[in-house]
């Protein structure tokens, strides 16, 4: 099970930080990752990071304003969302790949767990 929580309304310019908590049993994964939809449009894949690698990777609409970063020990991800602007409104997603499928990293098909989703909402 994995819960979300940390969303809110900001002002552009603004920051969050997400975090997202897997609980319920002891499992490893591959990725622990962020997705986020807007209205009408496809879950679109923002961050995540590799459990065994420690790679990083981000959509390019992000990088160099958000950060994410996890504590492997605890289950926990996080996202720091810095310099929001209103194209990052959407309903934000933690989403973690536990078995191995033959997707890219960036494809919510990767994934086998999500959250519920926290909303952010960022006014201009």
């Known amino acids: 099970q994995l819960q979300a929580c940390g969303g809110g309304l900001v002002q552009a310019g603004g920051s969050l930080r997400l975090s997202c908590l897997a609980s319920?049993?002891?499992?490893?994964?591959?990725?622990m990752g962020w997705f986020r939809q807007a209205p009408g449009k496809e879950r679109e894949f923002v961050a995540t990071?590799?459990?065994?690698?420690?790679?990083?990777y981000y959509a390019d609409s992000v990088k160099g304003r958000f950060t994410i970063s996890g504590d492997n020990a605890k289950n926990l991800v996080y996202l720091q969302m810095n310099k929001l602007e209103p194209e990052d409104t959407a309903v934000y997603y933690c989403a973690v790949a536990s078995q191995f499928r033959a997707y890219r990293f960036d494809q919510p098909r990767r994934y086998d767990l999500w959250g519920q989703g926290t909303q952010v909402t960022v006014s201009s």
């Open positions: 319920g049993r002891t499992f490893s994964s591959y990725f």
């Open positions: 990071l590799s459990r065994n690698s420690g790679n990083i």
